[in-house]
């Protein structure tokens, strides 16, 4: 039986180390990117909110798109916010901002996209979620989990919110769904996986010149 030469075998040798290292280049670049990615998510998580949060302090008498019309429903006091219009106000500008909105006061959540105004009282206690804990501390706080809601990887960010028209003080919340990211990065790495298979396979042509 033909054995490959010398030459053969060492031009496979170094195409397997060559691929090798690719892989390592290319697992550290995924991690590099992932990481970036995260960190957009959260930029714009953190984006959306001030601008929430803005909407509210700023222009309270319309405070967005579920502002209702104080002359064809006067117990609204003119259009400002109440805490009876938290949840379709945040059901509204959650489905025009592509976000899950919540509102947390004391840790009950008292408005929330994904959930319908009188099933907020079933949620369970939110005072011990990092972003919450950390915005009550810090102002500010982020987190990236699994959601319990909604079942989704999530990215979240929470500001404290104090002294917002016509609501208690509590913590607005913000969450961009995480596997937008990961679909991005799902496609991304099909990508780099064909041009390696692509770099292997001219390699294993080449060495059978």
């Known amino acids: 039986m033909h054995r490959p030469s010398l030459h053969v075998r060492t031009l496979f040798i170094s195409l397997t180390v060559f691929f090798l290292v690719l892989c390592l280049v290319f697992w550290f670049f995924i991690r590099q990117t992932e990481g970036l990615l995260v960190e957009d998510a959260?930029?714009?998580?953190?984006?959306?909110?001030?601008?929430?949060?803005?909407?509210?302090?700023?222009a309270p008498d319309r405070p967005g798109l579920a502002?209702?019309?104080?002359?064809?429903d006067p117990?609204?006091?003119?259009g400002r916010m109440t805490l009876a219009d938290l949840p379709d106000w945040a059901a509204a500008m959650?489905?025009?901002?592509?976000?899950?909105?919540?509102?947390?006061?004391?840790?009950?959540?008292?408005a929330d996209t994904e959930v319908p105004g009188p099933e907020t009282g079933e949620l369970e206690n939110?005072?011990?979620?990092?972003?919450?804990?950390?915005?009550?501390?810090?102002?500010?706080?982020?987190?990236?989990?699994?959601?319990?809601?909604?079942g989704r990887q999530t990215v979240?960010?929470?500001?404290?919110?104090?002294?917002?028209p016509g609501l208690p003080d509590g913590v607005m919340r913000v969450a961009v769904p995480y596997h937008a990211v990961t679909?991005?990065?799902?496609r991304?790495?099909?990508?780099?996986?064909?041009?390696?298979?692509?770099?292997?396979?001219?390699?294993g042509l080449l060495s059978l010149l």
């Not at 979240?156 to 917002?164: E, H, K, Q």
């Not at 991304?188 to 390699?203: D, Y």
Request: glycine share 14%; proline share 2%.
């Open 94 to 110: 959650g489905r025009h901002l592509g976000a899950r909105i919540t509102y947390i006061a004391d840790g009950a959540v008292l």
């Open 188 to 203: 991304f790495r099909g990508v780099i996986l064909t041009a390696l298979g692509m770099v292997l396979l001219c390699g």
């Open 67 to 72: 502002a209702p019309d104080a002359s064809t």
């Open 156 to 164: 979240y960010a929470a500001m404290r919110a104090d002294g917002l």
């Open 126 to 150: 939110h005072a011990g979620r990092p972003e919450v804990v950390a915005a009550l501390a810090e102002g500010f706080g982020a987190d990236v989990r699994l959601s319990r809601t909604t």
């Open 183 to 186: 679909r991005d990065l799902a």
């Open 75 to 78: 117990a609204h006091g003119g």
């Open 42 to 58: 959260r930029t714009q998580a953190k984006g959306k909110l001030e601008l929430v949060l803005w909407l509210m302090r700023e």
